[in-house]
């Protein structure tokens, strides 16, 4: 699976957004945890940013930590995937469709 700014998993929507699934999203999203420990890191967070094409990469990362993590642990684990869906359609420029 490539989703990626030039390589769109399910081509690009009329709008220029990656459509992709939910569980498409989440399972690229997770290829993203480096040491593998579960959850997301900001910096993890950020480079799967980058990798989506999308701009202001360390804004984007700290902000979509500060919606996403639920227990306010820093990180985001896969539990609270679910809450950076309306984040990635916002700021990574995703669209899900089921």
């Not at 957004?17 to 569980?23: C, D, F, L, S, Y």
């Not at 993890?44 to 940013?49: D, K, Q, T, V, W």
Request: with cysteine; hydrophobic share 35%.
């Amino acid at each position: 699976m490539a989703i990626r700014g030039g390589d769109r998993a399910r081509g690009a929507s009329s709008d220029g957004k990656i459509q992709t699934t939910v569980e498409e999203f989440k399972k690229w999203l997770m290829s993203f945890d480096s040491n593998k420990d579960g959850r997301l890191s900001r910096d993890e967070l950020r480079a799967a940013i980058r990798s989506s094409g999308a701009w202001y990469t360390a804004r984007k990362s700290g902000r979509g930590i500060i919606v996403a993590d639920a227990d306010g642990s820093g990180y985001i684990d896969e539990d609270e995937i679910d809450g950076l869906l309306d984040f990635a359609e916002t700021s990574m420029g995703f669209k899900f469709y089921c």
